[in-house]
């Protein structure tokens, strides 16, 4: 695993994939508010930051040739657009679920060919944003990728805690909950 950044509210780090030799996953974890003023936001370093910004974000990190996919620990990023019906949208686009207006679906047309995991509703891992900033700050940068390495883990237990849809080139690719 390696830690690239840790903020007071948010925090990313990168692993080998397990599946896919030579490729590794992107996990940025931080607030998702869903839709503020019609466009779909998360917070990173106390600002607001839209697909696009997020993704200029990504490719200053990473390698994204190495990418396979990036998983947004973050609340609502595969939440529609309120009132999406009333917009616009190619008919093409239409017959396909009705993500295509949330983060994870535009960050991943952004991202071309990488998947994106996003979350419907609430998600939670058992290393807060809060929690990791403080041991940051006391233990430093390499205890903090050891402690992430060791302890990160998602909470998947509750109906309003785990519903992950993937997103591939802007596009719903599958999906995952627990009833």
């Known amino acids: 695993m390696r830690l690239i950044k840790v903020y007071s ?11 896919v030799q030579g490729k590794n996953r992107l996990t940025i974890a ?12 998360v917070v990173m370093d106390d600002q607001y930051r839209n697909a696009v910004q997020l993704a200029l974000s990504i490719k200053t990190w990473t390698d994204v040739d190495k990418l396979h996919n990036i998983r947004l620990v973050s609340c609502e990023t595969a939440n529609p657009a309120p009132n999406e019906e009333y917009l616009r949208i190619t008919p093409d686009l239409r017959r396909y679920p009705p993500w295509i207006t949330s983060f994870g679906s535009q960050l991943s047309l952004f991202l071309p060919d990488i998947l994106v995991k996003a979350y419907m509703g609430t998600i939670d891992s058992d290393c807060s944003d809060s929690f990791t900033w403080n041991f940051y700050t006391k233990h430093g940068h390499d205890d903090t990728n050891t402690m992430l390495s060791k302890y990160f883990k998602l909470y998947k237990g509750g109906l309003d805690h785990y519903h992950s849809v993937v997103f ?12």
């Open 168 to 179: 591939l080139n802007g596009r719903f690719h599958k999906q995952h909950y627990i009833e």
């Open 9 to 19: 509210d948010s925090y990313v780090f990168e692993e080998p994939h397990q599946k």
């Open 30 to 41: 931080c607030h998702g508010f869903g839709h503020i003023d019609g466009i779909s936001q």
